[in-house]
């Protein structure tokens, strides 16, 4: 069998860490831990800020942080990839947002706006792309005041956990 040309190979791998990547703002964003700990190789570590250690870890501070209302948006936005051999760093630039609190409850008219850089090495073991080390760069981040919630109608679709998410009924 013949080598594949070293460019094409070169665009597959990014498709896939790319993928890899994008990934995170779902799993997070839907409390799928399932799906946030097969981002990571086992050993990797996650410098958070919030959270520094062990990737695993971090998967369990975010199961123990999850509560119900209280829902958070991620976007990923510019993406730098630049992949060596079976090693890339990657920089993602993402902007989230999270309703602090449930409907009636402390937190519901404040919003957290975070703006931050997630700096990773991601690495291929065994033909799989996943982080290996994630490091989070913050920028400025705001609490917003939030009192008006938006008129939605009963027929638009909302967002909700694993399983319960219209993305989960594809």
């Not at 594949?4 to 779902?26: F, H, M, T």
């Not at 703006?115 to 490091?135: F, M, P, Q, T």
Request: charged fraction near 25%; hydrophobic fraction near 35%; glycine fraction near 8%.
């Amino acid at each position: 069998m013949s080598e594949r040309d070293p460019e094409i190979q070169r665009v597959i791998d990014e498709s896939k860490i790319r993928y890899l990547l994008d990934c995170y703002p779902r799993a997070l964003d839907r409390q799928d831990h399932d799906l946030l700990a097969s981002l990571f190789h086992p050993g990797a570590i996650d410098d958070h800020g919030v959270y520094n250690g062990p990737a695993a870890g971090f998967v369990d501070f975010m199961r123990g942080g999850s509560k119900s209302g209280v829902h958070w948006t991620h976007h990923n936005g510019t993406q730098i990839v630049e992949i060596d051999g079976d090693v890339a760093h990657c920089e993602t630039y993402t902007l989230a947002l999270c309703r602090m609190g449930s409907e009636g409850s402390e937190g519901y008219d404040k919003q957290i706006f975070l703006r931050v850089r997630y700096l990773d090495r991601v690495e291929k073991r065994d033909g799989a792309w996943k982080i290996a080390h994630r490091r989070v760069v913050y920028s400025p981040c705001h609490i917003m005041e939030s009192a008006t919630q938006f008129p939605l109608t009963p027929e638009c679709l909302l967002e909700g956990a694993v399983g319960v998410d219209p993305v989960y009924q594809w």
